[in-house]
């Protein structure tokens, strides 16, 4: 169906019902290349069909240009073969006396006037004998191409023809070479004219539901009407091949019509092209080669066009549908670009293309393109405008968030450049850092390659200092030899600065601070390391001005702070002073990780561990949450885990995607995954799976403590507690090698403290806890002391136990974890009804409801201790019914302990000199899910018919679980639950 053609359609209706009539006449369609002029042409065709005239067809080819009357027989040869009439062999015969040559046969050479216009007479005489029979439609596309001798007798017809009965219809490309030749324009004199035109946008979303039977969405429809530029054969090609391909008309395949290059509509543009002349086909190919926007003396002088040429040719074009009309520097569509420049020309374009642009002056970031297309060796001057392009990038990356594409465009000049640069020494160590600086965001582990060539090469200390800059922190510690002897030498002794003359103090002091940065991170898997840092750290607390005033002060800040959070040897008030003032000055998409670099090791997540470790996750998550223009993510999901964790918010935790709680053993093993695994399995965030192979992966020490931490945890959970202390034990032993000896974020100690305390060895307990107790004092951030104190408190008893008990309350009154405080309220809960104080129920219900709130309920198969008030009324029912010694766990002991490392959980079987009341079981919790759900309820105050309504099951329900639970649980009723009765 045609659409937006009306008129044009009712003036070819009136042409053949006139030619019907016995008074034909002749009309030229006229319209760029892909306006739909072949598409009027059928419809002509069937209009004279349906009218009952004789139709005869052809379509020119430029190949077919040099044959004299090559049309003429494409229109007539096919009616006399047919024709049974008695004077046919006349015409077979030939056209004066001689047999007409085939069809292409007779090439055009000058020919006798005389002769011509017999031959014209002859054509004209056979047309109107045929319509005098029965009247006659003459078609021809693309009369432009067409021989010369055709278009001659075709003017000849219509000038004749509102005195026949035939209708002539031909089509033209506006502006081609063809249309210029007299016989031509003599035909359009006597023909009527109707101009095709683009689609409008409703005719192209009309187009677009006729194609895929369904509207098209709105910006599927927008983004065909600018490819196509409302090119009618353009837009049926395209929406052809999506079709094929099953695409359907969405706003998700906009991307797909803007790649759909129709074989069919490249064949249009390569025929319409070579019938292109001199000056015209130059300039298409400048613009193909120069892209839009380029100005007029450089496609000028490419072209190789006069000042007078430059002012028509582009009109010609636009004229012909070949570039844009409203930009003369773009052309219609891509595929023009792809087929006006001949493959084995389009190196010497672009190179010549360069030669122009750096002549006129032009920026070098236009220049680099063109070299970039040559595959061809570069000379001197190339090379250094593709250096210069480079700088140019990297600098403006510097100056803001950059974007990957620009690094990586840099990164490609650069190694253009290197490959075709002739330098050696000095200057090829330069060019190695230049490159170097380019990879560091997009490609680190290459850039620090690159460094390390260079640095033999480079002639002075600073110009190594600079270079080793550009080698990524978190890659410091396992970089080459050669490169980590160079950061400790430059640390020692800093000679900073980039190449060149015009360096300042300010910026060898900015280097220096990098190189120290850098020689940081190398110590932080050594306790000597850690407590270096620890010293700088100190003494920059006194003027903090001297980190916190530039980036490079800034970077050093962050790798303190980190060792200082490990080792825990400065007070944790003092790194949330610090970070806290990082947070403010530095957005968090600044200091995301440089692709490639572990996540955990990037310079974010060493201020998140920090943070953390110091009792200060709250501002976190607000500055991890991205602004709307940053130009990347603010977080990865192993710092919003860790961040959530902390404030208790073990659900939210868990349900985040790619996290080390998905798969703890997953590379890289980093600080920061190490601080999960562990926060996890305090919190019960993370359920370990049982290891068949427990020998220690690969990936040093830090792996290792991960995979005995999950090996420990999977060991308890199989009731394994021998084989948890051993992981235990040893993770410990790592952790104290590499000096990472916070509490606050590897509690081993208390883990094995109460698995010692399980099996009966209760000094050796008390040891590990007073060395986390003072650990935790030294550090003095309130989650961590208040977690020592009371699991210290649980493990001695008696009136010192409770103390530190309460003084553990007091200490987590304003932490960010609600379930840090709950714990401690059962632990002292259960303390005071071991004594007979009545206000152990009152801790044991609060500290429960915080418990749940915070994520305990039901977190996992190993859950160490009660998580709600529920929970412990089971322990305290199954304490009272079965004897102590019945309890006592053995080495054949089936089904997973209640008991793990993490939260509180008293021992397995007495320790001597300690009261009996302090030391029950955690037996299996005897309630299914559904009777705890309900207990739970009834605990915090809600009737049958409330938890019937919220747990969506009949009343009946609720009350057959609690008639269960009070069996299970030895209570009499309600009032024993909620201590009213």
């Known amino acids: 169906m045609l659409h937006d053609r009306e008129p044009a359609l009712r003036r070819l209706r009136a042409l053949a019902a006139g030619a019907a009539g016995g008074r034909g006449g002749a009309i030229l369609v006229s319209g760029p290349l892909g306006s739909g002029r072949s598409a009027l042409a059928d419809a002509a065709a069937g209009i004279a069909s349906a009218a009952g005239l004789t139709v005869l067809r052809a379509g020119a080819d430029p190949v077919e240009r040099d044959f004299a009357y090559g049309v003429a027989h494409q229109l007539l040869d096919p009616l006399l073969a047919t024709a049974d009439r008695p004077d046919s062999d006349r015409w077979l015969t030939g056209w004066g006396g001689e047999p007409p040559p085939p069809l292409g046969a ?13 031959r014209v007479r002859d054509l004209q005489e056979l047309v109107e004998t045929v319509a005098a029979e029965r ?4 078609l021809v596309d693309d009369l432009q191409w067409a021989d ?6 075709l003017a000849h017809l219509a000038v004749r023809a509102p005195d026949r009965p035939v209708a002539l219809v031909v089509t033209a490309v506006d502006g081609d070479p063809g249309t210029a030749r007299p016989p031509f324009r003599q035909l359009a004199g006597a023909a009527e004219e109707l101009r095709t035109r683009a689609l409008g946008p409703d005719a192209v979303r009309a187009v677009v539901a006729e194609t895929f039977g369904q509207p098209g969405e709105p910006e599927f429809a927008a983004a065909c009407r600018d490819v196509t530029g409302g090119s009618p054969a353009i837009l049926h090609a395209v929406l052809g091949e999506l079709r094929a391909a099953g695409a359907r008309p969405v706003a998700a395949r906009v991307a797909d019509v803007r790649d759909t290059w129709p074989a069919a509509v490249r064949d249009r543009f390569l025929q319409s092209l070579r019938g292109q002349d001199g000056p015209a086909a130059r300039y298409l190919r400048a613009v193909a080669v120069l892209g839009p926007g380029t100005d007029h003396e450089a496609l000028r002088r490419l072209a190789d066009l006069d000042p007078r040429e430059l002012r028509t040719v582009p009109a010609v074009l636009a004229t012909q549908g070949l570039l844009r009309a409203d930009d003369p520097t773009r052309t219609a569509h891509p595929l023009v670009d792809d087929v006006a420049v001949d493959p084995a020309h389009r190196e010497e374009l672009h190179l010549r293309a360069a030669a122009l642009l750096h002549e ?22 190339a090379v250094e405008v593709l250096r210069s392009a480079a700088g140019e990038m990297v600098t403006a990356e510097s100056g803001g968030p950059g974007g990957q594409a620009g690094g990586e465009t840099s990164v490609r000049l650069l ?12 200057e090829r160590g330069v060019l190695l850092v230049e490159l170097a600086a380019a990879e560091r965001t997009t490609e680190p582990t290459t850039a620090l390659r690159h460094v390390s060539q260079a640095l033999p090469l480079l002639a002075t200390d600073r110009d190594r200092s600079w270079a080793l800059t550009l080698v990524d922190p978190a890659l410091a510690r396992d970089a080459p030899t050669a490169v980590r002897d160079a950061i400790r030498h430059a640390d020692a ?31 932080e898997h050594s306790p000597s390391g850690l407590a270096a840092s620890c010293e700088l750290l100190r003494a920059a607390l006194d003027v903090p001005e001297t980190l916190m005033d530039t980036s490079a002060g800034r970077e050093l800040a962050g790798v303190l702070v980190h060792a200082a959070a490990l080792s825990g040897k400065v007070p944790a008030r003092d790194v949330a002073r610090l970070g806290d003032r990082l947070l403010r000055i530095t957005p968090a998409w600044e200091l995301r990780p440089a692709r490639g670099v572990p996540s955990g090791d990037g310079p974010r997540s060493l201020l998140v561990l920090a943070m953390v470790a110091a009792g200060r996750p709250e501002p976190l998550e607000t500055w991890l949450e991205p602004p709307r223009d940053a130009p990347g993510p ?11 964790l902390a404030q208790g918010r073990t659900a939210a935790a868990r349900a985040l995607p790619g996290t080390v709680l998905r798969d703890p053993e997953g590379p890289p093993a980093t600080a920061l995954q190490a601080a999960i695994v562990a926060a996890a399995i305090g919190t019960r965030a993370m359920t370990p799976g049982r290891y068949v192979d427990d020998r220690p992966p690969g990936g040093g020490l830090v792996a290792h403590t991960i995979h005995q931490m999950t090996r420990g945890a999977a060991a308890v959970l199989a009731g394994e507690c021998d ?15 590499l000096g990472w000896t916070n509490p606050a974020l590897f509690p081993w100690r208390s883990w094995a403290a109460r698995l010692l305390r399980r099996r009966g060895e209760r000094a050796a307990a008390i040891a590990h806890a007073e060395e986390d107790l003072a650990l935790a004092e030294l550090w003095g951030a309130a989650p961590a002391l208040g977690r020592a104190l009371r699991v210290r408190g649980t493990l001695v008893g008696g009136a010192g136990g409770g103390e530190q008990m309460r003084a553990a309350i007091e200490v987590l009154g304003d932490v960010a974890d609600p379930g840090e405080l709950g714990r401690a309220e059962i632990a002292l809960g259960r303390h005071l009804n071991g004594m007979g104080d009545p206000a152990g129920e009152d801790l044991l219900r609060r500290g429960g409801r915080r418990v749940a709130e915070a994520g305990g309920t039901g977190a996992g198969t190993f859950d160490p201790a009660p998580a709600s008030a529920a929970g412990e009324l089971a322990e305290r029912s199954r304490t009272e019914r079965v004897p102590v010694a019945a309890r006592r766990p053995g080495p054949s002991s089936s089904g997973p302990p209640s008991a793990f490392p993490g939260t509180v959980e008293p021992p397995a079987g007495p320790v001597p000199g300690a009261p009996s009341s302090d030391v029950p079981d955690i037996p299996d919790d005897p309630l299914t899910d559904a009777e705890r759900q309900v207990v739970e309820r009834v605990v915090a105050g809600a009737t049958n018919q409330m938890i019937a309504e919220e747990l969506g099951v009949s009343r009946r329900a609720v009350e057959k679980r609690l008639t269960s639970a009070y069996r299970k649980l030895g209570v009499s009723g309600r009032g024993a639950l909620t201590g009213t009765g």
């Open 634 to 644: 603010s977080s990865s999901p192993d710092e919003l885990a860790l961040v959530r």
């Open 415 to 426: 190694r253009r450049a290197l490959l075709d640069s002739d330098v050696t020494g000095h």
């Open 493 to 523: 002794a800093p000679a900073a600065g980039p190449p060149g003359p015009d360096l300042s103090d300010e910026g060898d002091r900015a280097t220096g601070l990098r190189i120290r940065a850098r020689a940081r991170r190398m110590q």
């Open 106 to 118: 007779v090439p055009v050479d000058p020919v006798d006037p005389g002769d011509a216009h017999a």
């Open 135 to 138: 009247p006659l439609a003459v």
């Open 723 to 737: 084989l948890a202390l051993e992981c235990f034990l040893d993770c410990g032993r790592h952790l104290d090698h």
């Open 360 to 381: 006129l002056g032009r920026p070098v970031g236009e220049v680099a393109p063109h070299l970039m297309a040559v595959a061809a060796p570069l000379g001197g001057w």
């Open 148 to 153: 010369e001798p055709s278009v001659r007798w």
